[in-house]
Structures are given as structure tokens and as C-alpha cells.
């Protein structure tokens, strides 16, 4: 079985050593770039399946990078920073991060992210049908595709992930914490802001019908209403 390959982007050497040894030690292959040009050329060549990316860097900053990325790919991309301020989480998030997290870290905390991370992307849950329909709304769980009035709606893994949730849940109130837990797949403590973040993208990118199926529970969560 072919190891999953992680790209590490940082300027620091003693954390590239930290974060290289750990993924090695959990099964992953592992690359490492410096700065932000060299990630872009490395993303290119190397095809990681996911990209551990901090935000200080020279030659383009981690948005900079993610947000060329994002122009092509969808590949997952946990984001890593000095700071933690929750501009900073929003803007990576609003960039299409998966993750978010704040040096100093804990090196299994990481690779349990990692994991996580890449559990969602490669579709490994249970899917107890092929098809969801809800209004002009449909989803289709194979080829990951969505569409409204037969428009095909592009949407990041994220916001695929929190709409076949709703369509599983249709007319349930889910809380912010239960998205977190089955679309992050972890315990993301204090951070509910992020399942806002991606609910608003989702609405606009649905239009209408998301601006008026997709109900904000005032202090709970959200539902999905049906018909």
C-alpha cells in the first residue's frame, strides 16, 4: 500500500525536523519546502495528498500560497501559525483551509489532524444512500456533485461534507458542535466560529434555496428544512 504523501511548508528547520519526523514515524511520506515560491513549485512536482502550511513565510505568505492553490485544487491544506487572533482562522478558513493550528503544537495533536483531515477528504464514512434531494437541491454521493434548478453548484470538501450532513438530518436541528464533530471529525474546541463560516459560503453558493432552507437556530445551530 502506497504511503500518503504530506507536504511540509515552514522556514523554520527545527520545526520542518519536528513535524517530518513525527508524519514518518505515523506511516507518512513526507517533502519539505521553505518558502512560499518553493511550495508552489514543490505542490506541483510532489502531488501531496495534503499540504501542512504555515502562514509566516518568505517569498509568498501562507495565504498567498493557499490561495493559488485553491485556484486548482481542492487537496486538504491545515494551516499553521505563530499567532492565534480569530481574523487570522476566519481568513484561512475563508481561503479554503481545512484546519487550523497554533504553534506551539503538540506533534500528535497534529498527526491525529492529519488523519482526520484526510479521513474526510477520501470519503471513509457511511453512506446509506446515493442520492439526496431536497427541493430543487440534489447531491449526489458518488461523484460528489451538487446541483440546484440543475445548475451544477462547485462547492469545497468542507461545504459538500456540511450539506449531505443536513440532507442525512433533513428537518433536525444540528448543533454546532455535533457539525464540527462529523464533518472535522475531532474535538475542535472553542472554534464553532469555523461551522459558521463555511454555513455562510454554503448559503450563497445554493442561492436562494440555501438562503431559505438552511435555518439558523438562534443559539443551538442549524436545520435543514424540507418540503
Not at 451544477?152 to 454546532?176: A, C, P, S, Y
Request: aromatic residues 6%; proline residues 3%; glycine residues 8%.
Amino acid at each position: 500500500m502506497m504511503r500518503q504523501k504530506i507536504l511540509i511548508v515552514d522556514d523554520e528547520v527545527s520545526i520542518q525536523e519536528l513535524i517530518k519526523f513525527n508524519l514518518e514515524q505515523a506511516g507518512f511520506e513526507t517533502e519539505v519546502a521553505s518558502d512560499g515560491i518553493a511550495a508552489i513549485e514543490m505542490f506541483e512536482s510532489y502531488r501531496p495528498d495534503l499540504i501542512v502550511l504555515d502562514l509566516m513565510l518568505p517569498g509568498k505568505d501562507g495565504y498567498d500560497v493557499c490561495k493559488e492553490i485553491r485556484r486548482t485544487s481542492n487537496v486538504p491544506i491545515i494551516m499553521l501559525t505563530a499567532k492565534e487572533t480569530e481574523l487570522e482562522r476566519v481568513l484561512g478558513l475563508e481561503l479554503g483551509a481545512d484546519d487550523y493550528i497554533t504553534k506551539p503544537f503538540s506533534p500528535l495533536e497534529l498527526v491525529a489532524r492529519i488523519k482526520a483531515v484526510l479521513r474526510r477528504a477520501s470519503g471513509q464514512e457511511n453512506q446509506d444512500e446515493d442520492e439526496y434531494r431536497v427541493g430543487s437541491i440534489v447531491l449526489e454521493v458518488d461523484t460528489r456533485e451538487v446541483r440546484v434548478d440543475d445548475r451544477e453548484v462547485e462547492l469545497t470538501r468542507k461545504e459538500f461534507d456540511l450539506l449531505h450532513i443536513f440532507m442525512q438530518n433533513v428537518g433536525k436541528v444540528l448543533t454546532r458542535e455535533v457539525l464540527l464533530q462529523k464533518v472535522w471529525g475531532y474535538e475542535y474546541e472553542g472554534e464553532t466560529r469555523t461551522v459558521d463560516v463555511h454555513i455562510r459560503h454554503l448559503r450563497r453558493k445554493l442561492g436562494p434555496e440555501g438562503e431559505t432552507r438552511i435555518e439558523t437556530i438562534h443559539g443551538v445551530g442549524y436545520k435543514l428544512r424540507g418540503n
